[in-house]
């Protein structure tokens, strides 16, 4: 739960570092960061089952 917290935190931090600087270019960054770690640990779960599956 304390991750859960401090990630939230961190990701308002950086929502109000890009307001207060008018940095609006880091939004869409950290939303793509979350993506490809998203993506990441997705294909880290299924690549196993798939070579399982063709081999």
């Known amino acids: 739960m304390r991750r859960a917290v401090h990630a939230w935190r961190l990701l308002t931090e950086f929502g109000r570092y890009a307001v207060v600087n008018?940095?609006?270019w880091v939004i869409p960054l950290?939303?793509?960061?979350?993506g490809v770690a998203g993506f990441i640990?997705?294909?880290q779960?299924?690549?196993p089952?798939?070579?399982?599956?063709?081999f």
Do not use: E, K, N, P
């Not at 089952?49 to 063709?54: H, I, P, Q, S, V």
């Open 30 to 34: 950290i939303i793509l960061l979350l």
């Open 45 to 47: 779960i299924t690549v």
């Open 22 to 24: 008018r940095a609006y």
């Open 41 to 43: 640990g997705v294909v």
């Open 49 to 54: 089952f798939t070579l399982y599956a063709l």
